[in-house]
């Protein structure tokens, strides 16, 4: 699969790419794996959508972040009306946390936003992944009211980019 574009950083690279490319299937199936394992039940078919085709251009974004050349995590952004814009299945793989990917990965999410046009992003997390949470809100993102009926989600956020 091509590469749409990219940016490196000190071997750090993020990638547009497709959900459902090679790295994109990988890390979304290890993403759902653990999801499923944090909430002890989990059916992906009555969270919110994020289609392959919602996290693609000229609607979304599919991110891939390498390590040395090596996937590890991913994110989506899809639109939700003109102007606002989602972030979907960010996700780091256990050995590459703690090393601040998941915040280039976001910093990266909202970039992306920006170039769709968006003015605000919204996002939202489970209960259970209170480490989620803390990112979000040391990036600027507020706790709103639910804007989706996701049967997982206790928390929702929003940032004005």
């Known amino acids: 699969m091509a590469r749409e574009d990219s940016s490196v950083s000190h071997g750090i ?7 459902d490319g ?9 993403y759902f794996t653990d999801v499923e394992r944090r909430l002890g039940e989990f059916d992906a078919s009555r969270t919110a959508p994020a289609s392959t085709q919602e996290m693609a251009r000229p609607r979304g974004a599919f991110l891939v972040l390498y390590a040395d ?10 639109t939700l009306e003109p102007g ?16 601040g990917h998941a915040r280039r990965l976001l910093a990266a ?4 936003a920006r170039g769709l046009g968006h003015r605000i992003i919204r996002l939202d997390t489970a209960a259970a992944m209170p480490e989620a949470q803390a990112l979000y809100a040391s990036s ?3 706790e709103i009211p639910a804007y989706n009926d996701n049967p997982y989600a206790a928390r929702w956020y929003e940032k004005r980019l």
């Open 109 to 112: 999410l909202e970039d992306a």
């Open 69 to 78: 050349g090596r996937p590890l995590g991913c994110g989506g952004v899809k």
């Open 22 to 30: 090679a790295a994109g299937r990988v890390l979304l199936a290890e």
């Open 13 to 19: 690279e993020i990638r547009h790419e497709r959900a």
């Open 84 to 99: 606002v814009g989602e972030i979907k299945r960010i996700w780091i793989v256990p050995a590459g946390r703690r090393r």
């Open 140 to 142: 600027g993102y507020r």
